[in-house]
């Protein structure tokens, strides 16, 4: 089982300039064959139908443990996709008969406003839903961890390429930080392949062969340390992580360091609504009215108890208006 | 992001003999159209794809938490099907030249022991992968929890259906308490839409029309009161939950009540490698032996760290052994 | 647009033993590449897709109006699919504890009763949905026609191939029927084909190598000159199809002649419900009474409109009932 | 079994300019998830799949028949992107050497060219093709309609979602009359839920929600009061349709009424060739003087038997060429 | 078996400028349904299935025989593809952080240069991967034959609309040498069918109806002969073409030949690194000096054996930098 | 471009018993995710994307040259399925009405005898299609080698597997044979990586875990050094495999060496007509008097040019019927 909290796993600048074909592109590290859905399904499936666990337990907590901080990757991938939604159509005064959503027209994704209410989609950049014909779970150990080295190989990859394709500053923002994350997972795999078999995979790194600390937006988590850190996402197990996880950083030679917590996040951002893509609704107010009654009726007090970021660029129309 | 913990959401029998026919079916209650990966995923990316969250609080909260709840649900589906497959070719004594896994060639799944390891795939019980597609995110809130009813029903119609043919212990086990909590979601969505629209939705209740007390694997949970409780899967967020759980149920007309904190939850079985299917290895007490050098390396002890249940069948078997 | 009438386009002999893995492979002929959704939709959507009908109308006619047959084709083969799946769980008596659809679990397509109630899928006999991809519309006519000559061939020969196989009176009544029907429309491409180009494809019969008189199935039909004929499936269009369909049948030298109405058609059976598999529910009987007030209330009178043949079995039972 | 009739199920304006990216938005409305595509399948393979159904003869009725009117969603959908896909390369004087569908090379749906003739493909607005796997047939009865009256929210909405992007008058026209028939069967599998559970749906119209009256394009049909009109697609069946159909419009309050014939339909334009397409061929007039002596020999007159409107744009040309 | 020979079937202008959009539709000839995959996996398949060869020699010699041309059309629209993606990120001089592949991000086929390295996809225009779906393998010599000439006359059809939509010199390279080549291909499958059943096909030619000669990149082809050559791939088997192969070509009545050698085909041009892609690497320098040592440590001297173009473009920037 | 000649691979025992579900589970080695099909194309592709491949000669003439060998591995896979396929049902006397098919109504994979003739598809052992998706091509030359050594791990996996389901004679010999190919691959792959990374691979075998010693049918393999061998499928080209397979076998500490010829290969059987499954015919007779027709015109002699094993049983029952 899981306990979910509402932040992220890393920070995003608030919403800018919408991207709809940047956000159609960025959709292949969400639901590519390389993307987070595919890190995340593997090795959840993995630790779902791992037999003898007991036997191999520091390996079976290993697979578990990042199983759980690629829900995190997910999120985020989402979250950036949205954020580059934001704003693609207006953000009030919407007359349909006005073709409100006439500038998406030529854009390449359809169904993120169509199906999506400029959202994210279960799919990859080409539309492609995500299939579960992706996770690879063997049964054998040595075999799904060459797998799953290998596929954060190519994860690493298509983030570099998006990168370079991409400059808006969330996917940028998300590619860094994904580029270290990954490369986490990256070592971890190898390392557990090293200590099952004797083999020295520490030559491959860089792969793909260029540092991150050539990525200006790796380079503050690179000071972070945060590719020398396992975090444990669990209060009570996958204990051994430390067990796998040690030895040098393959590219930087630092210590590989287990942190006993999960990372503290990020609290999010409120992305506004979009009334033409009827998200959450084409008049929300009404839905406000509705669930301030509820909470007011369930004892939970007059304002919302989330905690979210409101982002500036709302608040400033918001002024504009009133004056 | 997620924490996770090592406990099932439910309690299994001991594996007992293998059925292999019955645990393909049971996966269309993970990777089907309705499985437990559909309604995992839908209220997942409902919660990423949620605007003006803040506004909706109570509904944002209630599908984020949901969402939650759904990570257990393919967890014990995969078990499940674990347990269906433990046995299904010999557990010790094989020798690949003598056909070991030559019982399974005619059942109905063969990748579930050539690509798996006797294990659960990501597909469905025509052996289908999951696909995306299967996700419904409009960003439209009334009609993301009109579906989410509609995918609850269907899925409790598949369970039932489930159920009535396969008469496997781990199967019945599953299917009734998969009853019990689907009925909580698909209960939570008709509310939301009631407290939404004020539309009188409890009139639909039983769908599909057969009470789950006429079931004997569900009535224990209902005793329980399992029936009437949305727990909160998570220590932080996701407070909002009563202003929409509430009032009474529609088939019983118990009160609905929120638990504050996430199920105990049960210690899992380990189950005993499958060699013929190089799950975890040929012949494991190598990675045995490694896993126990690492575990002192890192000063983690002799024993696993980990609580599992030895599965009794093979404890008497290594009884044996030692005689 | 269509409009609808409640006749089958062939005669079926009363639901006699159930026959699930008959059933799965008779599917091939409904969602399959080359079954009956394939000829439906290729034909509509070459006529929706038809430029300069006018300048081409006795083609343009000819195509949409075996669109219109093909419509009774995906019926046919649907009734038949029901047909040999009634029985395969009691039909009365049932209790979910007893596993009342245990006698299904390793049959091929288990979605024909997990997803569906004892009924036909859209999909082939592997259970793969039929799709859209198998839709060929070039928009080149002389193209389009040659496809379809390959269609009709291919749609012969897999017939003949399950009619081969599979032995249940529904689908040998069936595949007879459907192997005259076929025939013409593989017939009356070939015609179109030489009409437009010159050339003699007459040789080409029979393909597959076989004439359909050595079929006993085939022979009713053969005998009342079905395989000559062209129905018009329309009351006000489709008039120019005379002006392609003339000449003689190339395999038995009959004169091939319009039919200027659709056949009567044969009133269809009224299957019975299937409890186990809820269709159309548990208790049927509430429906029932339901339905019997709405017709009341609306001055429809007591019984029902419709007109159906009550199977044998069925009525036989009633009587025990009463007595 | 079904008769066809050459007739529109609405009106639409004659070709204007071609708008490529447009027409690959609307083909989400023929093949997308919730496309008529979908809607069609659905309530066949339903009526296809009933058992029991004299017992449950008014839903019988109620499903069999929309799915009839479903036939003329596709056809009109089809149409208009065929219509907007007209003049989209040259209408003549086309050399292939010049490269006479050069501007259609970085539009969306290549395959709306290239494989087709300038016409709709059988896929959604990803190119992705329609499948099968998009029909729910239960055959629960409650269940099929819930199914039903969530597709039917779904498409609803993104009928206005498409409306709000693409202002092509054919797009328009089209969903102005899709969003009206739509919403008619939105409500009728409303109303039958309310029949057979007692469950008062009506609170939760218009979903989405915004009402059809602010949509310039539905204006019309609800003066026509089309909204309120259930026609009888048979002149023999269906006829306990009046059993469901019956009460107030959710929305508007009128009297909801069956009509109980087909409506008349308007007649379809003759959409001209597109040669560079091959469409019905690179120079059609050998087709027409072939067709012309194909009727000559059939005695069915020297002009073609069918009624078209000839558009405007071309008689002009015509004319043009003349002087 | 096969043999494989680094020499292309046709000749190509060095690389020019790119044209990503140009190439996502020309993937519709690889990996559509009609493309290059489906011929020769079609074919492949055919002779692998064959049954009683020895009985029908003269036919699975054709089949086997026109397989292996094929994978040499695979090759050239691959090569093609790669050809046009030339350059369409910066050849040298790469700062991912300046976002070098931007320019691509709204072209329609992300993964070609996200998932591929400005490389070819085994996908159709849309994206959608190649699937052995497209393979028809019937085992019935006839129907086989009939499938075949169809499939060659939609590869036709959908070459020809390529050609009038993509004019960069490589595809108009590739699409007059495949109408060409393809033609042959379908010519063959009609002689053969005549031969075994009589049917006269000739005059389904030219289909669709516009004869190559009126394609400027085709005439050369057709002056050289290469319409009435089938080459015998192999030397040592498939010796009964010409029991099939002979005759006059239905369109120009020139005599068929058979050439008893595969032809001497033409040295690939060595196409440039993307080092923004990746391809062969982000700084391809270190694995020319480690192949450099490979090669002489094996004692295959210093220079590389195999013969390649150096496109001119690329030798001109060199001389540049120089000065 | 490729030569093509008629030999195998490896030698098949005669066609025996026929095994349906043996050869449907076999599938999964032709058309899965890690059969022939992807290393066939996985490497196929990744030659003709390779960009620069002068500069990375050796690493291109290893890719080039092993997907040459993957033909033969796709033939002899498919050639394995023919063999269990044949006698499945009646090789003479068939009379549809009979059910000459019958027994195979309830086997796995209905498409081997409906859409094709007793042969093998282009699919996996659950009769999904094999698609383009599973072609890796990233153009990143380490990238690439990785994805292959994972590949080969994964199909060695797979073969082991079906080895110990399947032990039908055809199957087996297969298996046997593609271990020590696959294992050749494998360990080119390995070699390839640790040239380029200096890393040292030589460890991870053998992965899986077993020495391919312990099988039978694998030891006379290895007895002739097939383990240690890397055929070059050129005449003309790839001459720098020598530069990368060299050195000692990771196993068996044998010496790797470079076979500069293909192998010879051995004759295929002909297997017999299967004519309820229309293979080639429902009577061939008429094609063998054909092919002599054409054959004598074409001046190629009276007797087949073709050598094939004709199987023993045939040549038997011939006696038999002379006598």
Same mark, same amino acid.
């Given at each position: 089982?899981?306990?979910?909290?509402?932040?992220?796993?890393?920070?995003?600048?608030?919403?800018?300039?919408?991207?709809?074909?940047?956000?159609?592109? +960025?959709?292949?590290?969400?639901?590519?064959?390389?993307?987070?859905?595919?890190?995340?399904?593997?090795?959840?499936?993995?630790?779902?139908?791992?037999?003898?666990?007991? +036997?191999?337990?520091?390996?079976?907590?290993?697979?578990?443990?990042?199983?759980?901080?690629?829900?995190?990757?997910?999120?985020?991938?989402?979250?950036?996709?949205?954020?580059?939604?934001?704003?693609?159509?207006?953000?009030?005064?919407?007359?349909?008969?006005?073709?409100?959503?006439?500038?998406?027209?030529?854009?390449?994704?359809?169904?993120?406003?169509?199906?999506?209410?400029?959202?994210?989609?279960?799919? !990859?950049?080409?539309?492609?839903?995500?299939?579960?014909?992706?996770?690879?779970?063997?049964?054998?150990?040595?075999?799904?961890?060459?797998?799953?080295?290998?596929?954060?190989?190519?994860?690493?990859?298509?983030?570099?390429?998006?990168?370079?394709?991409?400059?808006?500053?969330?996917?940028?923002?998300?590619?860094?930080?994904?580029?270290?994350?990954?490369?986490?997972?990256?070592?971890?795999?190898?390392?557990?392949?090293?200590?099952?078999?004797?083999?020295?995979? !520490?030559?491959?790194?860089?792969?793909?062969?260029?540092?991150? !600390?050539?990525?200006?937006?790796?380079?503050?988590?690179?000071?972070?340390?945060?590719?020398?850190?396992?975090?444990?996402?669990?209060?009570?197990?996958?204990?051994?992580?430390?067990? +796998?996880?040690?030895?040098?950083?393959?590219?930087?030679?630092?210590?590989?360091?287990?942190?006993?917590?999960?990372?503290?996040?990020?609290?999010?951002?409120?992305?506004?609504?979009?009334?033409?893509?009827?998200?959450?609704?084409?008049?929300?107010?009404?839905?406000?009215?509705?669930?301030?009654?509820?909470?007011?009726?369930?004892?939970?007090?007059?304002?919302?108890?989330?905690?979210?970021?409101?982002?500036?660029?709302?608040?400033?129309?918001?002024?504009?208006?009133?004056?």
């Amino acid at each position: 089982m899981i306990t979910r909290f509402d932040r992220l796993a890393m920070e995003f600048p608030p919403p800018s300039d919408p991207d709809p074909d940047g956000a159609s592109v +960025v959709q292949e590290l969400l639901g590519g064959k390389f993307g987070e859905m595919s890190t995340f399904m593997n090795y959840t499936f993995q630790s779902f139908n791992f037999r003898s666990r007991q +036997v191999a337990r520091p390996f079976f907590d290993l697979v578990s443990n990042i199983a759980a901080e690629e829900f995190g990757h997910i999120e985020v991938v989402a979250t950036c996709i949205n954020s580059m939604m934001t704003g693609a159509s207006p953000l009030s005064g919407v007359e349909p008969k006005d073709t409100p959503m006439g500038a998406l027209k030529s854009t390449r994704n359809a169904q993120m406003y169509i199906a999506g209410g400029h959202g994210a989609l279960c799919a !990859d950049s080409m539309g492609n839903p995500w299939t579960g014909a992706n996770v690879f779970s063997s049964g054998d150990l040595i075999e799904d961890l060459t797998h799953n080295y290998f596929l954060e190989t190519g994860a690493r990859s298509q983030k570099l390429r998006v990168y370079e394709t991409v400059d808006h500053p969330a996917a940028r923002a998300l590619t860094g930080y994904l580029l270290i994350r990954g490369g986490v997972h990256q070592v971890a795999y190898a390392r557990a392949l090293e200590h099952l078999t004797g083999a020295r995979l !520490d030559k491959l790194f860089p792969s793909p062969r260029i540092a991150t !600390d050539k990525i200006p937006e790796c380079k503050p988590y690179i000071k972070a340390g945060e590719h020398t850190k396992l975090y444990r996402f669990s209060s009570s197990d996958y204990q051994e992580l430390a067990a +796998v996880w040690n030895g040098k950083h393959p590219e930087t030679g630092d210590k590989l360091v287990v942190v006993d917590t999960p990372p503290e996040g990020f609290v999010p951002t409120d992305l506004p609504a979009q009334p033409a893509g009827w998200a959450p609704d084409y008049a929300p107010e009404e839905i406000a009215e509705i669930a301030k009654k509820l909470r007011a009726a369930a004892g939970l007090g007059d304002e919302p108890t989330g905690e979210v970021i409101v982002p500036p660029k709302r608040r400033a129309r918001k002024a504009a208006k009133k004056s």
